[in-house]
């Protein structure tokens, strides 16, 4: 164990359960409490910041006779890779959600007003739930078997699919998003309590907002690391991991709308407490999916049943029946009110897009959760993607239609403009439609979902035009992110459903053409950037601009695991992905074709001559510390010589030879295949020169060619839709900020 | 009060139809574990799991699939295809889970799940080396 890394944990929950008497106290009357408790809650906080700091120390220090710096990490990394060791494994994930959760109550306390009391004493338990599961898993404990006063030379390495620097931000976003939910679920059981129903909903709808925005762009993150990591083509895989942040994140956004129906009708009172109780209810549940093992046998990620299915199984219990009991006993006081909104008001609109909103969170989480709900029944099984897809649409449908009518609606009816500006989005709308169809969209749903998609992207960019012109910034939010997510429907349905794919065969230096671009495959050859291998392909389009792509495929020494990166490359209309699926070194020529020459020394092989002038060191080290030798021929044929540097280069996936071209008819290439530096010779093969012997194979290398259309209106409408959500989080802070607060907040 | 009535009819509608077709896909879409010879009979997709045997993958060119045989407890042997990426530690995995369908002699999966000895499990005590420092 390291010892000030546990103390740090103690402390803080320590502090946390002492800051949750102390709140108590101050319920009681105790006029001194309320102090103590919130200095205690600053304790907690500090412990926490402590413990994060020794685990990074840890890490950064290649500490490794912990286990978790062991088996996350290595000498090799580099310092933002070291950093995002730091979350991933499960414990280290823990703490940075633990982090997370403390800071965000530093500016929750200030702003809870009347509600501080009880919702912090909520808050302190949904905190210490996580510290539970820390000093049970601790990040701290040692490397287990390890002789006394030894230490590992080196730790196994971070998953290179994580060595991304999308997944360096995408957790610390996400675990703020986690943490977040909490706060809308303490304010909300403090407010049964407190028989307060209606103030929670202004102090709560930022905190709700900053769940929507944080987890929207974790999943941003997380698709857009997966379509340039993965090489499978796409953003998102229904995988239990990003429906665990999926489901939370439509709960969220449901709530919000939940809030700003009862702010501005004062009414959906029971409906918010729900679900306010729900999305943080949803967080625990997912957390217990993913982390507790019981989806192992269904999930391409690794989950490892660390001994912690207990705690995670009893927080799920604790707080499900914390928050729906107390929303139980308060049921029948709670004020209701009939409505009397016509059909056409946003209030019903909203009412439905909720329902739409927790129709897919609900399918989404029934699919996510088949395996245990069938092991009840039968043998466990589970659904694939066909599910998700097959269930989401019509709901994607039916909330762009809806996206796309709300923007004139009130709250009580149609505003005055409102057939006018239908008629205009509608008409802009058939116009989109229409150019689509020309452009060769097909297939009745998809030009449905499209046209929909139009809709919504269309009504609230008119809307929000509207707003910015008229100087109403801070009302732009919700049109903002609204016509964000008709352009990320529109940018979902061209990519996937417009999508054309093909497999590529490419022998080493001959062309194939395929969608409109001619591949011609290079060899294989050392990333610049990554210092990784990667095969180097010719990509020349029907214009006449070319390019090279650089799919990398190499084998990662630590954990021996093959790993495939597409090449991504974003046009204006469309992206052209490259994705390696195998690479075939061939049948190396027969002796016939090499030669070996020392330096000085002269060779003819057909109709060349070489002359070895020596090795060229000044390649130097590249990216990634591989050491590359040149050898510096001077060729001759037909009476014209040339220098040419064939280069070999040493990686941490072995010797990586970069061919250069001869002179000459034929497209023949020279390789450097070996060299002795100590004896000053080098082996040079000679390959598409007419002699070159029967039965050599040139090296083939097969990728999955694709060209994804408009695929760039899908991350550009999720970034409008994360900026609309941070325009209504500042407008909604404000409006908190701006209110009296019921009762002094500072004691 | 009609208006009323009229709302939760039509609410109850919508509700029991989403709940019907949200059912009625899950029914259709899942995708037991069963033994090679039931998935052999089935005409559904089906998940079957087994450990690769050795040497058994190749990349067919021509039908651009990868086809492997997967081996169980029991000993049976099934081909398997997969359209697709080899996963990354393919090779060194102790068991495959492939789901998909049975077609002609051989299983056209979908999607493949590559189980590996976990990184850090039981590896620990044998794959440091140790440095007097």
């Not at chain 1, 102090?35 to 120390?57: C, D, E, I, P």
């Not at chain 1, 290649?62 to 494994?89: N, Q």
């Not at chain 1, 030879?657 to 060299?675: D, I, K, N, W, Y």
Request: charged share 15%; aromatic share 10%.
């Amino acid at each position: 164990m390291f010892v000030p890394g546990v103390v740090a944990l103690w402390a803080a929950a320590l502090a946390l359960v002492g800051s949750t008497v102390a709140y108590a106290r101050a319920l009681k009357g105790d006029a001194n409490a309320r102090s103590w408790a919130r200095q205690l809650y600053g304790l907690a906080v500090f412990a926490v910041v402590v413990a994060s700091a020794a685990l990074l120390y840890l890490i950064l220090s290649h500490d490794f006779r912990y286990h978790y710096v062991f088996s996350y990490s290595d000498r090799s990394l580099p310092l933002s890779y070291l950093i995002s060791t730091f979350w991933a494994g499960q414990e280290g994930s823990f703490l940075l959600w633990l982090l997370a959760g403390a800071l965000i109550g530093l500016p929750l306390i200030p702003t809870a007003r009347h509600y501080e009391n009880r919702t912090m004493i909520v808050y302190n338990l949904t905190l210490l739930a996580l510290a539970a599961i820390l000093l049970r898993q601790s990040p701290f404990r040692p490397l287990e078997g390890l002789p006394p006063g030894q230490a590992p030379f080196d730790g196994q390495g971070l998953n290179p699919l994580l060595q991304n620097p999308w997944m360096t931000i995408h957790p610390p976003v996400m675990f703020l998003g986690y943490a977040a939910t909490a706060v809308p679920f303490a304010f909300a059981v403090a407010a049964l309590v407190e028989r307060r129903y209606d103030e929670w909903v202004r102090a709560a709808l930022p905190w709700a907002l900053l769940t929507v925005v944080t987890l929207g762009a974790a999943i941003l993150l997380g698709g857009y690391w997966a379509y340039v990591t993965l090489g499978w083509g796409g953003y998102w895989g229904w995988d239990p991991v990003e429906n665990s942040s999926l489901v939370p994140w439509l709960a969220s956004a449901a709530l919000v709308h939940g809030m700003l129906l009862q702010r501005s009708r004062g009414r959906f009172r029971k409906l918010n407490f729900s679900l306010a109780i729900l999305s943080f209810v949803l967080v625990v549940y997912a957390t217990f999916l993913t982390r507790s093992g019981v989806l192992a046998d269904f999930s391409v990620h690794s989950f490892v049943d660390l001994g912690i299915t207990g705690w995670l199984v009893g927080n799920l219990a604790v707080f499900t029946v914390l928050g729906f009991t107390i929303l139980a006993w308060r049921a029948r006081e709670i004020p209701t009110s009939p409505g009397d909104e016509p059909f056409l008001s946003r209030t019903v609109f909203f009412v439905l897009g909720i329902a739409a909103l927790l129709g897919s969170a609900a399918l989404v989480l029934l699919g996510t959760s088949a395996p245990l709900i069938t092991r009840l029944f039968t043998q466990p099984a589970q659904v694939g993607p066909a599910f998700y897809n097959r269930v989401t649409l019509p709901i994607g449908i039916l909330l762009a239609v809806l996206l796309g009518v709300v923007p004139y609606l009130q709250w009580r009816g149609r505003s005055p403009e409102f057939v006018r500006r239908l008629l205009l989005s509608l008409a802009l709308t058939a116009v989109a439609t229409s150019a689509a169809l020309l452009l060769g969209a097909r297939g009745l749903l998809f030009v449905t979902f499209l046209a929909a998609s139009f809709f919504a992207l269309l009504a609230n960019l008119v809307k929000t035009v509207e707003a910015l012109a008229g100087g109403r910034l801070r009302q732009a939010g919700g049109p903002l992110a609204h016509a964000g997510l008709g352009l990320m429907l529109a940018g979902i349905v061209t990519s996937s459903a417009f999508d054309r794919t093909e497999k590529l065969v490419l022998p080493l230096g001959e062309s194939r053409e395929a969608l409109g671009y001619t591949f011609t495959f290079k060899g294989p050859e050392v990333d610049p950037a990554s210092g990784r291998q990667a095969m180097a392909v010719d990509v020349r389009s029907g214009d006449g601009t070319s390019y090279v792509a650089r799919p990398k495929m190499f084998r990662n020494e630590k954990s021996n695991q093959l790993v495939a990166n597409p090449d991504v490359k974003v046009f204006l209309t469309h992206d052209l992905y490259v994705s390696p699926i195998e690479f075939d070194p061939g049948q190396p020529a027969d002796a016939g074709a090499a030669v070996e020459i020392g330096k000085g020394e002269t060779a003819t092989f057909g109709p060349y001559t070489l002359t070895f002038r020596g090795f060229d060191m000044g390649g130097g080290h590249g990216g990634g510390g591989q050491i590359t030798i040149g050898a510096v021929l001077e060729v001759t044929t037909d009476g014209a010589s040339q220098t040419v540097t064939p280069t070999l280069a040493a990686t941490d996936s072995g010797f990586v030879s970069r061919p250069v071209p001869l002179p000459g008819p034929g497209g023949a290439t020279l390789t450097l295949s070996g060299v002795n530096a100590s004896q000053g010779r080098a082996r040079l093969v000679f390959s598409g020169v007419g002699q070159e012997a029967k039965g050599g194979q040139p090296m083939r290398f097969s990728a999955d060619v694709s060209v994804k259309p408009l695929i760039g209106l899908l991350w550009l409408g999720l970034v409008l839709l994360l900026a609309g959500g941070v325009l209504a989080l500042v407008r909604r802070a404000g409006d908190f900020a701006a209110t009296t607060p019921g009762e002094p907040s500072s004691a | 009060m009609n208006r009323r009535l009229a709302w939760s009819l039509a609410g109850g509608v919508a509700i029991a139809g989403f709940v019907a077709f949200g059912v009625g896909a899950f029914r259709d879409n899942l995708t037991p574990y069963v033994s090679f010879e039931k998935a052999r009979r089935s005409r559904d997709a089906v998940q079957v799991a087994g450990s690769l045997v050795p040497g058994s993958d190749r990349y067919d060119e021509a039908s651009s699939r990868l086809i492997f045989a997967i081996t169980d407890e029991g000993g049976d042997t099934l081909q398997v295809a997969y359209k697709g990426l080899k996963p990354g530690n393919f090779n060194e995995a102790t068991q495959i889970v492939a789901i998909g369908r049975y077609r002609g002699d051989r299983l056209e999966a979908e999607k493949l799940l590559v189980k590996c000895p976990s990184k850090y499990q039981g590896v620990e005590e044998k794959q440091y080396t140790s440095d007097p420092s």
